[in-house]
């Protein structure tokens, strides 16, 4: 699984050109959008749910990822217009760290909305990442695929760019083997994070994403 992606050719894009390039692709009749999340530390600057779980006001962090709600709504429904299915799988890993426990939350608030979100133990897949882990990838369709990059202190970087069918055909193949293992978001949620005392941040977490 994922075998050929790390001999494929790609184009190396900065942060700026990645999300103009995904986001003229997106209204191209791609037909869905495939996110495969694996890393389970990053900073989300600008965000002010994040803001306020770094910060330490979890409470306040939960709130303020409860009122994106309606965003989410009408971003699902503009995805619906534009004949754009959109599917994510998320990686956890145990013990689950502060970001990903405030994470889940901002993901049940789209879930909750109709977004289509899977959850996978990073323990299930250690049979795949004995060499590397599953690549992060936003797919659309069949046309292009883009791997999310770091800098050297875990920033955001960009994205490399690959067109190659073949090789999208068969990354997509692999998330949608991983996609169909993944267990129902709230069956997750409910026994692994609901009860989970609010985290306790120690030192700013790595890399840098965009909006949620």
């Known amino acids: ?13 900065d942060r700026p050109t990645y999300h103009a390039d995904l986001g003229r692709l997106y209204t191209s009749g791609v037909g869905f959008l495939n996110k495969l999340e694996r890393g389970q530390h990053f900073q989300e600057r600008g965000f002010p749910s994040w803001e306020a779980f770094a910060d330490g006001d979890w409470e306040r962090a939960l709130s303020l990822a409860e009122e994106r709600r309606e965003d989410y709504a009408q971003e699902l429904r503009r995805a619906a217009r534009l004949g754009v299915r959109h599917r994510r799988l998320r990686v956890v890993e145990f013990p689950i760290t502060p970001y990903v426990q405030w994470e889940l939350f901002v993901l049940r608030a789209r879930v909750d909305v109709g977004d289509e979100i899977k959850i996978l133990d990073a323990h299930d897949i250690s049979n795949i990442e004995r060499s590397r882990p599953v690549p992060e990838v ?4 069949d046309v292009v695929m883009y791997e999310v990059m770091y800098d050297e202190d875990g920033n955001a970087a960009g994205a490399k760019r690959y067109t190659d069918r073949s090789l999208i055909r068969e990354t997509n193949a692999g998330f949608d083997a991983l996609y169909e293992r993944g267990e129902g978001f709230h069956d ?3 026994r692994e994070i609901v009860h989970l005392d609010p985290p306790r941040m120690s030192g700013a977490p790595t890399g840098l994403r965009g909006s949620r």
């Open 1 to 13: 699984m994922f075998d050929s992606f790390p001999r494929g050719t790609s184009e190396r894009l």
């Open 138 to 141: 936003v797919i659309l369709g």
């Open 188 to 190: 997750f949620f409910d």
